[in-house]
């Protein structure tokens, strides 16, 4: 099966300007998972849906969303950028939801925001 | 709200030589455990994983953990590591009960030659 793949893989923005992250899950995985990576906070959970409906949401500003297609596709938004957002944001998806699922990761977008 | 303590940012160590990564974590309740691996320029891939039963787990390439309730501890060994074991190691728990996993900052292994 082919993995998990996230378009595009890099991304310059300018500040105050908003982008879309694209992530294409595991054939017949239904959960996909976005996480935001950074040097100096580490990994942190952005959100996670399951069967297009948002099952939990990280502690980010209402500027992150997302949502989930019926295919399992899902997109995040980040509108209004700023400097901060510059990470590299990672999609995973899993099977099924649920605390003891192994999450299988892409190998994500690098955003940097000028 | 449950956390990961990864101890050490960053280990080198020789190769063939024994390594453990350290990682604790807080929580009243139950949980499961991760360990996932970053080599450089991928994602995250599962390592191992301890849901219940036997508290020690192994992966296919040599790595083992050992779940201990009453350390709030997960540590990560191997008795013998390779060059290509260089990567970022990442610990993570999550609690029983629809909540997001939670990763620890993360471990810079460097196996020198």
């Known amino acids: 099966k082919a993995g998990v793949t996230q378009t595009p893989r890099y991304l310059i923005k300018t500040r105050g300007q908003q982008v879309t992250l694209s992530c294409s899950p595991i054939?017949?995985?239904?959960?996909v998972s976005w996480y935001q990576q950074t040097p100096g906070q580490g990994l942190q959970f952005l959100f996670e849906y399951f069967s297009e409906t948002q099952r939990n949401k990280g502690n980010f500003p209402g500027r992150f969303s997302g949502r989930q297609f019926s295919n399992s596709r899902s997109e995040m938004n980040v509108s209004t950028l700023e400097l901060g957002d510059s990470a590299l944001y990672l999609c995973?998806?899993?099977?099924?939801?649920?605390?003891?699922?192994?999450?299988?990761f892409g190998p994500g977008t690098r955003l940097l925001v000028l | 709200a449950q956390s990961v303590t990864q101890l050490d940012s960053q280990v080198p160590v020789f190769e063939e030589a024994p390594v453990e990564l350290r990682c604790n974590y807080s929580s009243s309740v139950s949980v499961y455990l991760f360990w996932y691996v970053q080599y450089p320029n991928q994602g995250l891939q599962l390592l191992l994983k301890?849901?219940?039963?036997?508290?020690l787990v192994e992966s296919i390439n040599g790595f083992e953990a050992e779940f201990n309730k009453s350390q709030t501890s997960f540590h990560l060994r191997k008795p013998s590591v390779h060059i290509s074991d260089t990567a970022e190691y990442f610990c993570?728990?999550?609690?029983?009960?629809?909540?997001?996993?939670?990763f620890g900052k993360g471990t810079r292994l460097s196996v020198i030659a």
């Open positions: 054939s017949g995985h239904r959960s």
């Open positions: 995973a998806s899993s099977p099924r939801t649920g605390e003891g699922e192994t999450q299988y």
């Open positions: 301890y849901l219940s039963g036997s508290t």
């Open positions: 993570a728990v999550v609690r029983t009960g629809n909540t997001p996993l939670v």
